[in-house]
Structures are given as C-alpha cells and as structure tokens.
C-alpha cells in the first residue's frame, strides 16, 4: 500500500513545486498590475463629488461655439459682469451655496448670460439676478407678491437657483448642456423635444433660437472670462477648480 502511494505523493510534491516556484509569482503578479491599473488617482471634481457626468462640457469648442467666443472677445460684456460680481462679492456667496449642492463651479457664473450680475434685471417675463419666473420662483420657495418679491433678494433667489439647477441636473443625469437647455427652455419643452426627435445629444437636438443659442452663448462667456480675465473670474471659486486652471 505504502509503495503504491509514493509515486501519487511524489507527483503531487513536484506539481507543488513547481507551482511554488513559477505559479505563485505569476499570479501575485498578475494581481499587482490590476490593482495598480484599478486604482488611479479620482479627478479633483469626483474627489469632491461634484455632480459632473460630462466634465469636458465646460471646455468644449466647436463652430456654434466659437461663434459667441469671438464676439465676446471683441466686446466687454464678460468683463463688466465679472467686474461687478466683484465689486458685490457675490461669486464669493454663489461658489459657497453651489459647493453644498455639488454643482459644477461653472454654473456660479450663470448670471453673466442671465442678467450680468444685475439684481433688478427684469426681462418682462423674469426678473432677478436669475431670472426666475413667478412660476419656477414659487416652485423653488420664494415669496413673489405686489409688495415684495424674493426674487428680487439675490441671496435667496441664490439658493433658489441652487435647488432648481441641482433638479435640472438629475433629471437630464447631470449633461449640463441639457440642464442649462432645460433652465432656459423649460425641463418639459426639452423633454418633449428629445422624445420627438429621439435624441439625448443638445447638440443634434433642433431647438427654438433662444435655447439653441444659450448653452453655446453660456461656454463661450466661461472661456472668454477664463482666458482674458482670470482673476475675475476665478473670484470666490473652490480651491480645487483654481488648483486644476
């Protein structure tokens, strides 16, 4: 019995180590180029958890584009926004409401295409330094009346604007270029337009003038303001976003 073992024993010891000596190395190996390959280092937006699906979207160019970036640079429109977003120190509060929400820094600047930082802008329609609606004012908590009008107190139409983009952003899965289409359009209008032409891409979508022109018109301002007056534009702005300019 003894020496009908010693051959199974003897092959079973030199598979062993055999695996002992060529096996094992391999496979620790092969388990430290995938986790060194699985653990790259999170970008500072997913650090911070900013809700971002499209990053890139904020440095983008194309021709519709490019359009709005040479008139922008060819007038001061960006400039004296920015100017008196300082002067106000109103980018300071909107970057520190946005950040609680996770929103893109991006969309502080919101108001140079909204009302250039004007608290009192009225558009007819909307009114504020976000231009609310009565409807979407209403909807987002502040108090519209013939007396006063909240609206009208950027502070809270602040974080009014915060609520609502956060919305727009998780309804449209954070493509901002659809969220800021909805903001403008209205999230229904957009909605139907995107079912009845099948498409998620805002650049594809066949939209009103006013809304086809607003994300393009919007990423130009950020890249103008960007380029041409930096410290203006990064007044305010979370660490992270001025560390990755």
Same mark, same amino acid.
């Given at each position: *019995? &003894?020496?009908? &073992?010693?051959?199974?024993?003897?092959?079973?010891?030199?598979?062993?180590?055999?695996?002992?000596?060529?096996?094992?190395?391999? *496979?620790?190996?092969?388990?430290?180029? *995938?986790?060194?390959?699985? @653990?790259?280092?999170?970008?500072?937006?997913?650090?911070?958890?900013?809700?971002?699906?499209?990053?890139?979207?904020?440095?983008?160019?194309?021709?519709?584009?490019?359009?709005?970036?040479?008139?922008?640079?060819?007038?001061?429109?960006?400039?004296?926004?920015?100017?008196?977003?300082?002067? @106000?120190?109103?980018?300071?509060?909107?970057?520190?409401?946005?950040?609680?929400?996770?929103?893109?820094?991006?969309?502080?600047?919101?108001?140079?295409? $909204?009302?250039?930082?004007?608290?009192?802008?009225?558009?007819?329609?909307?009114?504020?330094?976000?231009?609310?609606?009565?409807?979407?004012?209403?909807?987002?908590?502040?108090?519209?009346?013939?007396?006063?009008?909240?609206?009208?107190?950027?502070?809270?139409?602040?974080?009014?604007?915060?609520?609502?983009?956060?919305?727009?952003?998780?309804?449209?899965?954070?493509?901002?270029?659809?969220?800021?289409?909805?903001?403008?359009?209205?999230?229904?209008?957009?909605?139907?337009?995107?079912?009845?032409?099948?498409?998620?891409?805002?650049?594809?979508?066949?939209?009103?003038?006013?809304?086809?022109?607003?994300?393009?018109?919007?990423?130009?301002?950020? @890249?103008?303001?960007? $380029?041409?007056?930096?410290?203006?534009?990064?007044?305010?702005?979370?660490?992270?976003?001025?560390?990755?300019?």
């Amino acid at each position: *019995m &003894q020496n009908a &073992q010693n051959p199974y024993i003897r092959s079973t010891l030199t598979k062993l180590n055999y695996f002992l000596r060529f096996g094992l190395p391999f *496979m620790l190996l092969v388990v430290f180029v *995938m986790s060194g390959c699985s @653990k790259r280092p999170l970008s500072p937006r997913k650090q911070y958890g900013i809700q971002d699906q499209y990053p890139e979207t904020w440095i983008e160019s194309n021709q519709r584009i490019e359009r709005f970036v040479n008139i922008y640079r060819k007038n001061t429109h960006v400039r004296i926004c920015l100017q008196r977003a300082e002067q @106000k120190g109103y980018l300071h509060y909107i970057h520190r409401v946005f950040y609680k929400y996770r929103l893109p820094p991006e969309l502080a600047h919101l108001p140079i295409l $909204e009302s250039c930082f004007d608290t009192r802008a009225n558009s007819g329609s909307a009114l504020g330094m976000w231009q609310f609606t009565k409807a979407t004012a209403t909807d987002y908590g502040l108090r519209v009346g013939w007396f006063s009008d909240d609206r009208l107190n950027w502070r809270k139409a602040t974080h009014s604007a915060a609520r609502y983009l956060n919305e727009l952003g998780r309804r449209f899965n954070y493509d901002w270029r659809l969220a800021l289409a909805g903001y403008n359009g209205g999230p229904n209008y957009l909605d139907k337009i995107m079912k009845n032409q099948r498409s998620h891409n805002f650049w594809k979508l066949k939209l009103r003038k006013e809304t086809k022109e607003y994300v393009p018109k919007f990423l130009a301002m950020l @890249k103008v303001g960007r $380029e041409r007056y930096p410290d203006l534009f990064f007044q305010g702005a979370p660490r992270y976003w001025v560390a990755s300019r």
